[in-house]
């Protein structure tokens, strides 16, 4: 196998953009809680950031891409990175590097767990915190990625499409993050006073970041620099576009003002949307399937107030929601037309398509809330989940880390 | 034209005519609350 210094320089770079979407998303975050806790949230991605770096290098990318065992895991053969050198793999990538695939998926392992902290944002133990993402990547994350990417997993030979991971990475991220927002409680004053994003402008700029990166994250994981690239990079913005362009609609006629920050979750909901089906749909499906994820990923949050649930920055919502309508949407829209390596689906004459992405939707969520309920309940016996009421009254910046994030203007 | 391209017309002329229709203004303008309020700092002379 030869190395393709156009691909391999493609993918490098695209892992680069993944990353930053990990700062990015704390940036998104940030600016929709108060003032309080902002440095806390920024800090749990960041954070992540520099813990699944070392998680992914020791372990964790040998359970999720290392030679199976019995369809379910990748075991421990490639452990420290054994046998993971610069000589492709023709499994994954053969034109590139395999420690460069290595890295590119890295930041995805990275980025997944960032996201659930959205959920428990403003209440949560840091420390709870470090535990429950280390044992999330490893027992709930790493598995499912070798089920739908590993060679010879499950959902892999079933002919499950993912192209970027709307299973691995939003599904898995969202659903959790739920059952995350249910096992903490709601935090203090949750109904009664309304929690307004302390700065908005912080959050728009976090979505555009986001939306930067996700070229490398979508566009990236065609693996190669060419044809399909330009297609996933196509249809991406073409996704998150029409999301945007949706959600404000919907709530210009729902709020009878157009939302700025409805905007910019918009753009995120088509982003999480298009990212399963970004190497398999032209940009008639991406369209629709920005459409699709501005209407449910809105209607998601409607419902999530109605019924109470104290996922704080709507993760549920927006990547749980969006990344099951884009699974199913992949197995409506998808066409060999763009990626003759793929299934068509539904409505290219492939009903079978539609029902395996159903069985992927289902073992991501069900694994997910499994998961995710045991690694909480686990950890809650070795630390509290929660930070006490005195210290969420005075904030996780203070409580949790020491550091304001804004110096008072009467500071001496 | 596939029934794809049917749907993202029709979802395309959903927005774009949605925004025809919309208000153009708010009904009625909330007075925002601000949950801060700063003294003013002395600048001495």
Known sequence: MKIDSGDTAWVLASAALVMLMTPALGFFYGGLVRRKNVLSTIMHSFFILCLISVQWVLWGYSLAFGPDKFHLIGGLDWVGLNNVGFTPNADYAPTIPHQAFMLFQMMFAVITPALISGAFAERQRFKAFVLFSLLWATFVYDPIAHWVWGAGGWLHNLGALDFAGGTVVHISSGVSALVAALVLGRRLGFGKQKVEPHDATMTVLGAALLWFGWFGFNAGSALGAGALATSAFVVTNTAAAMAALTWMTVSWWHKKQPSVIGAAAGAVAGLVAITPASGFVNVMGAIVIGFGAGVVCYLAIQLRERIKVDDALDVWAVHGIGGTWGALATGLFATVAINSAAANGLFYGNPRQALVQLVAVGAAWGWSIVGTFAILKFVNLIVPLRVHEDEELIGLDLSQHGEPAYASIHAN | ?45
């Open chain 2, 1 to 45: 034209m596939d029934p794809t391209t049917v749907m993202a017309v029709v979802c395309s002329v959903v927005v774009f005519a949605g925004w025809l229709i919309l208000p153009h203004s708010p009904t009625s303008i909330k007075p925002v609350v601000v949950s801060e309020e700063r003294e003013p700092v002395r600048v001495s002379a």
